[in-house]
């Protein structure tokens, strides 16, 4: 039922305007074809935002999608585009089934229809807006949609550099608009805590590493790095010490007590510098009292999946080593044990997907936020986990960003020629003071990883980012300082005024056109976290919110709000842009100040 309307014979219940309009052209068309049939198959229109306002609120491109479809049998009397566009227009105008939330439908050419939302229905969405506040936006929670995103996952021991950022916060980002999008969300950090480079680490602590140094100091981790970098200068030199590290981790993996004592002593030193990092960005996770679940947890679990992997015959051998081997070569074999018998990321991650799935229900999502370079790996494992049964085509999502890189080579920790992100913070903190004239320095800190996460969500993220210090603490233009301060622009508005009952007055009410534009803005966004959750896309909600601050600077330029006749319209209206940009700021784990 559409408005009060039947489809076809099916009642449907419509979630948004988007898919309303949708709806309502596929029903509109019966008559314009010689197809008997509610809607012909294989036409696939868009209904979307124009880019221009003056196109309306929505727009499709169905009469041009029909005449370019071969297969589709067109009335004669329609000799264009334009002629059918003009004809579904005039009959959604003439009759009731124009979508409850228009007030008006027109063609364009070459063959565009556009819909035109109401000014009642705007009206009605601020007023939503301002009751709902922070909940604006976002559904109930679905207890059949469970999903679990893992997400920066550090290696202990290793730097916690800038390269970390992209997953730590686009992984964080997403999993808020799935929650957002009502789904039940599990929050993971699969910690690099397990592998063969435990080896190099124990073997350099025992060779040149000095235990009491590396406790005692304010940065553990980075003495730590120092010893891995020393053991890869010197492998160069003597291959031999390669053997020797696979020795250690060998011993690691089969209990020896020395083995054990360190690598737990590298795991504390590590989450102790990396839980100071999360508060900074304002990270968490919900899986294993907010640790998250790392490689080594699944240790005792692997012997399982390798029974599997042998009764269902998935197991080849080459060289002494076990692996999977994909039927017509589809991909390149999986190892999952070398010959030696120890295990890698592979046996880890496959221990690690059964748990998750017995844990969370077999139907779960699972997303991992990891980078574009492990595309072929993350191809192999989601190929073999079908080949086991575990999961369909489409449980398994590998979201890829790109590398944060210098502009002529890659970052390498081995190499030492890593930025960590500490420094990063610390750099953002100092800039941020210097743009305010209070000198508040938790202000100060809000602003500066909002720059920093604002520089990189705002991007799609499968792109590579070349490291610039000014472009990653960019506090202008398109950046999360200019979204914070409309923010706090809307709040300074608000402290002037006594009166906090203002009624937006609806009956007999003109708008003005920047008015129009942004009362057109904030009714979208509800949509627009629906689109960004659906594509794993924080760069659309970016867009979209920059698009709402600039709209909404440009109102406050142009006109008086307290003290003017529209005082309470236009109080109402700033109200509910503040409450729109928190929100969507909230989404991307950017901090709203209520001043700057």
Not at 170 to 180: T, W, Y
Not at 200 to 220: C, H, L, M, R, V
Not at 308 to 322: P, T
Not at 488 to 497: G, I, W
Request: glycine share 6%.
């Amino acid at each position: 039922m559409i408005g009060g309307f039947l489809v076809c014979g099916k009642i449907n219940i419509v979630m948004d305007v988007k898919k309303e309009i949708t709806l309502i052209i596929k029903q509109s068309l019966a008559e314009f074809t010689n197809e008997k049939v509610c809607f012909p198959r294989g036409v696939n229109f868009l209904v979307e935002k124009p880019e221009n306002e003056n196109f309306g609120d929505y727009s499709s491109n169905i009469a041009l999608v029909l005449f370019k479809n071969k297969g589709l049998r067109i009335n004669d009397k329609f000799k264009t585009s334009m002629d059918l566009a003009k004809a579904i227009s005039d009959k959604l105008n003439a009759s009731s089934l124009i979508p409850n939330p228009c007030n008006r439908v027109e063609a364009v050419k070459p063959g565009f229809i556009n819909f035109y939302l109401s000014k009642n229905y705007l009206f009605s969405q601020l007023k939503e807006i301002l009751e709902k506040k922070e909940k604006f936006g976002s559904k109930n929670e679905d207890l059949n949609k469970k999903v679990v995103v893992e997400y920066s996952s550090p290696n202990i021991a290793k730097p916690f550099t800038v390269g970390h950022l992209r997953s730590t916060i686009i992984g964080n980002a997403i999993a808020n608009l799935l929650q957002a999008n009502g789904w039940k969300v599990f929050r993971d950090n699969h910690l690099g805590d397990w592998g063969t480079q435990f080896g190099k680490q124990i073997y350099a602590i025992k060779t040149w590493g000095d235990e009491k140094k590396i406790e005692d100091s304010q940065n553990p981790v980075k003495e730590l790095v120092a010893l891995y970098i020393k053991f890869h200068a010197e492998a160069e030199k003597n291959p031999e010490l390669e053997e020797k590290a696979r020795e250690w981790f060998k011993k690691l993996e089969n209990g020896d007590l020395e083995a054990k004592r360190l690598w737990r002593k590298c795991v504390d030193w590590s989450l102790k510098e990396f839980q100071v990092i999360y508060e900074k960005l304002g990270i968490r996770f919900t899986e294993n009292n907010g640790l998250g679940y790392g490689e080594a947890f699944f240790e005792d679990k692997i012997k399982d999946v390798l029974l599997e992997l042998n009764d269902k015959k998935l197991l080849g051998k080459s060289d002494g080593a076990e692996l999977i081997f994909f039927q017509n070569d589809k991909f390149p074999p999986l190892m999952i044990t070398k010959k030696d018998g120890t295990t890698l990321y592979s046996t880890r991650d496959l221990a690690t997907d059964k748990f998750r799935l017995g844990k969370y229900g077999k139907d779960a999502l699972i997303i991992n936020e990891v980078g574009a370079e492990q595309s072929l790996y993350f191809n192999q494992l989601f190929e073999a986990e079908k080949m086991l049964g575990w999961v369909k085509d489409g449980q398994r999502i590998h979201i890829k960003h790109g590398l944060y890189r210098f502009k002529d080579e890659r970052m390498s920790t081995r190499k030492g020629n890593t930025i960590w992100l500490e420094d990063v913070l610390k750099e953002a903190e100092k800039r941020a003071l210097s743009l305010g004239s209070e000198k508040d320095t938790e202000i100060a800190r809000k602003v500066a990883i909002g720059a920093i996460k604002w520089n990189d969500l705002k991007r799609s993220s499968n792109l590579d980012i070349v490291f610039d210090w000014d472009e990653i603490l960019n506090m202008q233009g398109d950046s999360g300082p200019y979204i914070q301060y409309a923010y706090a622009r809307t709040q300074s508005v608000l402290r002037k005024t006594q009166n906090t009952n203002f009624q937006f007055p609806i009956s007999n009410f003109q708008l003005e056109s920047e008015e129009l534009s942004l009362l057109r803005t904030i009714c979208k966004f509800s949509e627009i976290v629906e689109q960004a959750g659906e594509k794993f896309a924080p760069n659309i909600l970016c867009n979209y919110l920059f698009d709402l601050a600039q709209k909404f600077n440009l109102f406050y330029q142009k006109y008086k709000i307290i003290g003017s006749k529209e005082q309470d319209s236009r109080l109402s209206l700033t109200k509910a842009v503040g409450s729109v940009i928190k929100n969507g700021l909230n989404l991307l784990g950017i901090s709203a100040p209520e001043k700057m």
